[in-house]
């Protein structure tokens, strides 16, 4: 959608004075640039001019004739006569060769005239040329002026926008015409900006509205449970010390919600600070951890370890890697199968986690690192969980300029790989990095 005329024109008029100073200046740059290049084109017309090759002269000599000399030549003649003429014109006659004093006085006016007459052209010249310049650069400087107009009147459009945008009516775009140029591509990105920003400010609400969620379930398990309990008039002590452990349970399903959230803002934070770690001995670790689980749940785990270093944030890294586990072992089958594994593979910390399952649609695997996305029970054979686990694992190896690639196992499962930079590679912004804090 294009933004209306009707809300550009408070913005351009506001943005006048700005517009006609930049407008102004680029004027007086075509002016000016137009003027020096006169000037060096006058300049060396005049010189050429001033050296050009030898013409022929006329001047009145002692008797009254009209004389001919050649330009730079000191005699009267290149034999040593000049020629005349009584008509007033050149070649009408040839006079007898004149005496040394009268030769020397002809030659001698013939010179001040050639001056004379070299200079007066010399000067017409440049007179006409630099009347012929001024004009131009009149010329020149309105044209500029509508030229300089016509540039900025695409740029004032984006200007405009940038006024009035708002979280309200970040669907309008400018949709910019005219050809594939600078202004143009300013335009595109300016549209790119706001079609990434209307993408974050819906995911940022649905976020709001799915949290609101997840806390309200818990909290209104709450409340029913000591309604109920002291609503009850033949309430035990064994029923009260019931009720009370449920509210408990819904309490700690709160925190547990709470703590993923922050987990999640930590993440998205980013790193302030980079320090070597291994994620082999991080793996090693969260598996052990994790081992009575596996045998509850009648999963087998198999590990292939191999020193692995990375520089970044332990503490996000064995939180994103105890994600994974977790999920392997929660989203699988009686009898299963996890295999994790951690090696170093062209010079880059590979850690992949691969588990057996369900069949996962590959259209779903990609939602499955979106906040609260769940899969049904018929496809992940479970329900529980806070849906956020992976956002978390997306969120973390982000933060540490790690790429994540999840694909679904043809037999069923998942295979999920994280593929960490060198450790001494910089990050997206040369070194330690620090984001801006993620609103939850």
């Not at 974050?200 to 029913?224: K, W, Y």
């Not at 090696?343 to 910390?349: N, Q």
Request: charge should be positive.
């Amino acid at each position: 959608m294009r933004l209306p005329r009707s809300r550009r024109t408070p913005g351009l008029l506001r943005s006048g004075l700005s517009r006609r100073t930049v407008r102004l200046r680029l004027t007086l740059l075509y002016g000016a640039l137009f003027l020096v290049c006169g000037t060096a084109l006058v300049g060396i017309t005049y010189l050429l001019a001033s050296q050009s090759t030898p013409g022929v002269y006329t001047f009145r000599g002692p008797n009254g004739d009209n004389n001919a000399m050649a330009r730079g030549s000191s005699s009267p003649g290149a034999d040593g006569s000049s020629h005349s003429s009584s008509g007033g014109g050149v070649g009408g006659g040839v006079s007898q060769a004149p005496g040394p004093s009268q030769a020397a006085d002809t030659a001698k006016r013939g010179e001040e005239a050639a001056r004379a007459q070299r200079a007066g052209e010399l000067r017409s010249l440049l007179v006409q040329s630099g009347t012929a310049l001024g004009i131009t650069t009149v010329i020149s400087l309105g044209v500029g002026w509508v030229v300089a107009g016509r540039v900025l009147r695409r740029l004032q459009r984006v200007t405009a926008a940038a006024r009035t945008i708002s979280a309200s009516n970040l669907h309008e775009r400018l949709a910019l015409d005219g050809p594939q140029d600078e202004l143009k591509e300013l335009g595109d990105t300016f549209d790119g900006l706001l079609a990434r920003l209307e993408g974050t400010f819906l995911a940022q609400r649905q976020f709001i509205a799915h949290v609101s969620h997840e806390l309200r379930t818990p909290m209104t398990r709450q409340r029913t449970l000591a309604q109920v309990a002291l609503a009850d008039p033949d309430a035990t002590v064994e029923s009260l010390r019931a009720a009370h452990e449920r509210v408990l349970a819904a309490g700690a399903q709160q925190e547990q919600l709470v703590l993923a959230l922050l987990t999640l803002a930590r993440g998205q934070a980013g790193i302030s600070r980079r320090e070597p770690f291994d994620v082999a001995a991080l793996t090693r670790d969260a598996v052990l951890n994790r081992s009575d689980e596996a045998r509850r749940l009648g999963v087998t785990v198999r590990t292939e370890l191999a020193a692995a270093p990375v520089a970044g944030d332990a503490r996000l890294a064995e939180r994103m890697i105890t994600n994974l586990v977790d999920n392997a072992l929660r989203h699988n089958v009686p009898g299963g199968l996890v295999e994790v594994t951690a090696v170093r593979r062209d010079g880059s910390a590979v850690l992949t986690v691969a588990n057996t399952g369900r069949v996962i649609p590959d259209p779903a695997v990609e939602q499955l690192f979106e906040p609260f996305e769940r899969l049904g029970a018929e496809q992940t054979g479970r329900t529980e969980g806070l849906g956020l686990g992976l956002s978390i694992v997306q969120a973390i190896a982000d933060a540490h300029d790690a790429a994540v690639v999840a694909r679904a196992r043809p037999g069923g499962g998942l295979v999920i790989s994280v593929t960490f930079p060198p450790a001494g590679a910089p990050g997206r912004h040369g070194g330690a990095e620090t984001r801006a804090p993620a609103q939850v």
